[in-house]
Structure formats: structure tokens, C-alpha cells
């Protein structure tokens, strides 16, 4: 199935607030703080096309830690490579699922503007046409479940192309992918959303 926009699952979350005692015992208790939600991280990338990687924050409260990491820029030989990481970070063993198959990132395509966008190769390295990296955004409508046992970690290497409908190789813009993720689906079932954004440069 070839999706046409993006979509994405964004959860927001609540600041806390906590009590803080006063210091003295005629003082009331105070409640001003608040937790804080970590920032977007940055890496500038060496070489050409891609030239920025800007990755969200894992929300708090998801037992798993997501990761990206951009691998190398396009040659004639393979498209551009990154991998996709989630590990286990809590104490106990965590079951987590997402809408389409398969984990840990089903969501292929992101757009800067209509009918322009890059994929995320779901079936291995897409096609070279042209001297230019092409690739259906396809999506699998089947649930995908993997349970992790404490500090495992599921990743997976991904070829990035080109969309097919693109009019032209690697188009200048901010192109962000969104994944939805539960988890612990059967019990205390808890949905949030992750992703990030790849920049092409001039």
C-alpha cells in the first residue's frame, strides 16, 4: 500500500508539578516546580546531500530509549544509509507495538510539500534510475509486537531514497518522519509518538 501524506501520531506531555516543603513551619507548601521536556537534538552531517539531522526527545514516560543515526550520504553504489534503534531502558520487561509492520520504524515517507518527498526503504535498497535513488512508499497494514527483555535493543539499518513522485534527485527542504508507538498493549497500554527530520541542503 503507497501512502500520499504523512502521518503522524504526536503526543504531548503534561508537566508535573511537585510540592516543595517550606522552610520554616509557619510556611505553606509550595507548588512551583515543574519537570521540563528534554530538547531536539542536532548533528551536522559531513558531505552532501543531507546536511542536518535533527532527532526528537524519547517521551519520558515510554520505558524504551529510540535512537537514529545517520550512517552515510548517497553514492552511486547505495543510497543514503541510517539506523534505527529501540532499546529497553527500564527495569523490566516491556512489550511495544506499532499499526503496520514492521518495527522499529514502519513509517516510510516524509514530506517537505506535496508530491515531494523521501522514503525509507522498508524491502531492502531501493532502485537507481538515472543516476537517482527512487522508492514506492509502501506500508504494511499489519500489527507488528516484539517484546524486549531489560536493555535489549531492536534496530535495523534503512536505505533512504528518493520518492517516486519526486520531480527531481534529492529536492532541498526539511523532510520529519513520525512513527506511533503502544506500549504494553495488553496491560497498561500507553501510546506515544517519535521520529525525526532529515535536511537537505543546497
Known amino acids: 500500500m503507497e501512502i500520499t501524506r504523512r502521518s503522524a501520531l504526536r503526543l504531548s506531555s503534561t508537566a508535573?508539578?511537585?510540592?516543595?516543603?517550606?522552610?520554616?513551619?509557619?510556611?505553606?507548601?509550595?507548588?512551583?516546580?515543574?519537570?521540563?521536556?528534554?530538547?531536539?537534538?542536532?548533528?551536522?552531517?559531513?558531505?552532501k546531500p543531507f546536511t542536518e539531522l535533527r532527532v526528537?526527545?524519547?517521551p519520558a514516560d515510554s520505558p524504551f530509549q529510540h535512537s537514529v543515526k545517520f550512517l552515510a550520504q548517497p553514492t552511486s553504489d547505495h543510497p543514503a544509509r541510517i539506523r534505527i534503534s529501540i532499546r529497553?531502558?527500564?527495569d523490566t520487561t516491556q512489550t511495544i507495538q506499532?499499526?503496520?509492520w514492521k518495527l522499529p520504524f514502519p513509517s516510510p515517507l516524509a514530506e517537505s510539500r506535496p508530491d515531494t518527498g523521501l522514503v525509507i526503504s522498508q524491502d531492502?535498497?531501493?532502485?537507481?534510475?538515472?543516476g537517482c535513488w527512487r522508492d514506492h512508499?509502501?506500508?504494511?497494514?499489519?500489527?507488528?509486537?516484539?517484546?524486549?527483555?531489560?536493555?535489549?535493543?531492536?534496530?535495523?539499518?534503512?536505505?533512504v531514497?528518493?520518492?517516486v513522485k519526486n520531480d527531481t534527485c534529492w529536492p532541498t527542504g526539511d523532510y520529519s518522519f513520525t512513527?506511533?508507538?503502544?506500549?504494553?498493549?495488553?496491560?497498561?497500554?500507553?501510546?506515544?509518538?517519535?521520529?525525526?527530520?532529515?535536511v537537505l541542503g543546497q
Not at 521540563?36 to 558531505?47: D, F, K, M, V
Not at 531492502?124 to 538515472?130: A, I, K, M, R, V
Not at 512508499?137 to 534496530?155: E, H, I, S
Request: charged share 15%.
Open 16 to 47: 508535573l508539578s511537585l510540592g516543595v516543603a517550606g522552610c520554616t513551619a509557619s510556611s505553606p507548601p509550595e507548588s512551583d516546580a515543574s519537570t521540563t521536556t528534554p530538547a531536539e537534538s542536532y548533528q551536522t552531517l559531513a558531505g
Open 56 to 58: 526528537e526527545p524519547t
Open 88 to 90: 529497553n531502558a527500564s
Open 98 to 100: 506499532t499499526n503496520h
Open 124 to 130: 531492502g535498497d531501493p532502485s537507481l534510475t538515472d
Open 137 to 159: 512508499a509502501k506500508t504494511y497494514p499489519m500489527v507488528d509486537t516484539r517484546t524486549l527483555a531489560v536493555g535489549d535493543t531492536l534496530t535495523k539499518q534503512y536505505g
Open 161 to 163: 531514497a528518493n520518492w
Open 179 to 198: 512513527q506511533g508507538y503502544t506500549v504494553n498493549p495488553e496491560t497498561d497500554e500507553y501510546s506515544y509518538g517519535w521520529g525525526f527530520t532529515l
